[in-house]
């Protein structure tokens, strides 16, 4: 796997391989322009449903 994610302590690890080894970067380059810390909180979200509803929105919102 070029790239791993870790969910741990409330907030996303993201580490990236290379020869040896995994580094840990801030930011995916797969998917360089998420917000990281704007998706931690849905994931925390309590209701599923809404929690995607809601980030859906927050996109949509980022992107106008």
């Given at each position: 796997?070029p790239?791993?994610?870790?969910?741990?302590?409330?907030?996303?690890?993201?580490?990236?391989l290379?020869?040896e080894?995994?580094?840990?970067?801030?930011?995916?380059?797969?998917?360089?322009?998420?917000?990281l810390?704007?998706?931690?909180?849905?994931?925390?979200?309590?209701?599923?449903?809404?929690?995607?509803l809601?980030?859906r929105?927050?996109?949509?919102?980022?992107?106008?």
């Open positions: 796997m790239e791993v994610w870790f969910w741990e302590n409330g907030q996303f690890k993201l580490y990236r290379q020869p080894d995994y580094e840990p970067i801030e930011q995916s380059e797969f998917l360089p322009d998420l917000d810390t704007l998706l931690a909180t849905y994931v925390q979200h309590p209701e599923p449903l809404d929690a995607v809601e980030f929105a927050a996109l949509r919102k980022a992107l106008c």
